[in-house]
């Protein structure tokens, strides 16, 4: 009976250490798909966007149904924020890159338009 109970005991000891393991690496993905995310953004197509997105919110959806501690769930709450704020600020960037190019391009057309009316 005690060979059993330490058996139980053990393979309980295990699986805490591997569901804790199992938690870390996926906080560890998220981090790296965040820090990804805000070095470079301007690199990526829309293909690269909607599989990095998929990817985040899959280990979301799998760490939501997981029993989290309350630092866990803080940490997960945390990584979420810095993702969307990372999409969002490159998103940002890129549309100001794009509205200074456009701008810099209509002013060199009003001038030209302007020299044609001479």
């Known amino acids: 009976m005690k060979k059993i109970a330490i058996l139980f005991f053990a393979a309980f000891l295990g699986l805490s250490?591997?569901?804790?393991d199992t938690n870390t690496m996926a906080f560890k993905?998220?981090?790296?798909?965040?820090?990804?995310?805000?070095k470079n953004f301007s690199k990526y197509t829309?293909?690269?966007?909607e599989e990095i997105t998929t990817r985040f919110s899959e280990i979301e959806k799998?760490?939501?149904a997981r029993e989290l501690t309350d630092s866990e769930k803080k940490?997960?709450?945390?990584?979420?924020?810095?993702?969307?704020?990372?999409?969002?600020?490159?998103a940002i960037n890129s549309t100001k890159?794009?509205?200074?190019?456009?701008?810099?391009?209509?002013?060199?057309?009003v001038e030209g338009f302007i020299e044609g009316l001479k």
């Open 97 to 109: 890159k794009e509205i200074k190019k456009i701008t810099g391009e209509l002013g060199s057309a």
């Open 62 to 64: 799998k760490m939501e």
């Open 17 to 20: 250490f591997v569901a804790c």
């Open 46 to 49: 829309e293909k690269d966007f």
């Open 75 to 90: 940490e997960l709450a945390n990584l979420k924020g810095r993702y969307y704020g990372a999409f969002t600020k490159g």
């Open 29 to 38: 993905e998220m981090s790296n798909i965040c820090e990804d995310i805000e």
